[in-house]
């Protein structure tokens, strides 16, 4: 256990503990060059700095990372460094964060990362308006990719099981200090695997008010090369600390749609997605077989029928196959996932005058040469809900129910198996295609067009330039990338085209704004160019025409 010094004590005096609204806690071990961007990030923070202060947790790094933090600190009065003995996890610094931390509010925030300028101004703003024990700022991934729908809207009262709270468990969040402490709710110490989502789901579980901030930019998740979350897990470590999460969720739950929908996020994203195609193909066969000996009587325990319900098509397979220990039929739909050839295809593009462009796509998914989806459907005849009253007597009537089961899968058997595991209506009615455009200059991706397919060998979709491209935009266009959901799986693929095909639809007419061009490059794949600077006075137009389309619409 680590020892404060006098100066690092916190200070207990009313005046000093009223004038702190947050205290940023960062459990440091030996930075590296982008430590300088996280403390460049506090500096820049619009909360004043007599209203914040900085806890660098030390975790035994020894010089040279003793001398800079003190470097840092000596011309920072806010900024205070807690050195500790070496514990090898965050936990422990974190815990000795909050035991020191004068702050109304505290905020966790990992050395490789950093704030947005009004981060810390705009959370304690929305905690104070809402009387928030935690509170879910914006996270924005810095060569990664995050889940979005938690931050589509803000959520001042967010509902656990409701809200997509489950989507972000990282510990990167600010919480009520003293709700923590009254609480008695603390990282646990040590080389714990999922230490973070133990420390949140209990702040969830026993939190008055959870807000979502989504409408302002708070913390900048970068991935660093090597992290730990890069690494393949170790089978035998790993899931123990993950079954002690699902024992707090059993604990705070009573049988039924809530706890099942919350124990299906691990489910999922812990094991099943560890299971899947390209991933479990590449496993050695004896890594393979721990990771199965150890998460098979995990599942055959935890995860009940229920659980299986709310699960995509694929991972309804794999759930059934891992109960009932399949593994060489586990492996042969990995092998079949892992061998999918995608191809999207433009057969046709044309512009209307309106100022859109109009593409048919041809989309195949193949498996050595052929489809890899063949389906078989059946008319069965269920019985209707019996009548009551006068019409009790009368005969019950039976209606027809098509059922459509995929027949290519490569399963030695489906004897043991839920009757309706093959059966894939319900997917099939979700499938989605998307065309997302990949900016040449800076590589951020924008949607520019989706729809859900009736016929994926003609698959028409839409662009609308105007929409597509704000007024000062100046993007110059990219390459178009398709991204389709058949039936639970998902695919990425660059769309193709021959240039004739796309010669044909020519330059964009005046009402698409600035011009924009198909264009095959050499290797075939499709990109959007796009006039900038030039070409004002076409946006103008462009834009001018869809109000005035609004307008009468609304009238």
Sequence with gaps: MGRLSQSDRPETSKASTDSIRVSVIVPVYRPGPSFDDLIASLDRQTLGTSS???????????EPTG???????RDRPHVRVLSLEHSGWPGMPRNHGVDAARGTYVQFVDQDDYLFDGALEKLCEYA???????IVGKEVGIGRRLPSRIFSHDVPNAVLGTDPLLEMLTPHKMFRTSFLRSNGIRFPEGKVRLEDHLFVMQAYFAASTISILASEPCYAWVKEPGSASSSRIDPESYFPHLETVLDLVEAHTEPGKLRDRLLRHWFRGKILKRLSGRQMVRYPDEYRDRLLDVVTPLVQKTFGPGVDAGLGFPHRIRAALLRADR????LALAHFEADITCRAVVTEARWSRGGGLHLTLRVTLTRDGRDAFVFESTVAEAPAAESSGSDAQAPVSK?????TRLISLPVSTIDGLPETVLVADRELRNDRLDLFLTDGETGAERRVGGRQPRDLDAARISIDPVKVFGPDDESRGGALTVKIRRM???FETPLVAAPAVLARAGRSPLL???????VAADDGTVELRREWPGGRAKDFAGRTVRRIRALVRRH
């Design 128 to 134: 104070d308006q809402h009387s928030s024990d935690v």
């Design 399 to 403: 209606k027809k129910k098509k059922v």
């Design 67 to 73: 001398a800079r933090l003190a470097a840092i600190a």
């Design 512 to 518: 698409a704004g600035r011009s924009c061009t198909l």
């Design 52 to 62: 914040f202060e900085v806890l660098l947790c030390d975790d035994g790094s020894g």
């Design 488 to 490: 639970g799986w998902t």
């Design 327 to 330: 593994r060489e039929d586990l």
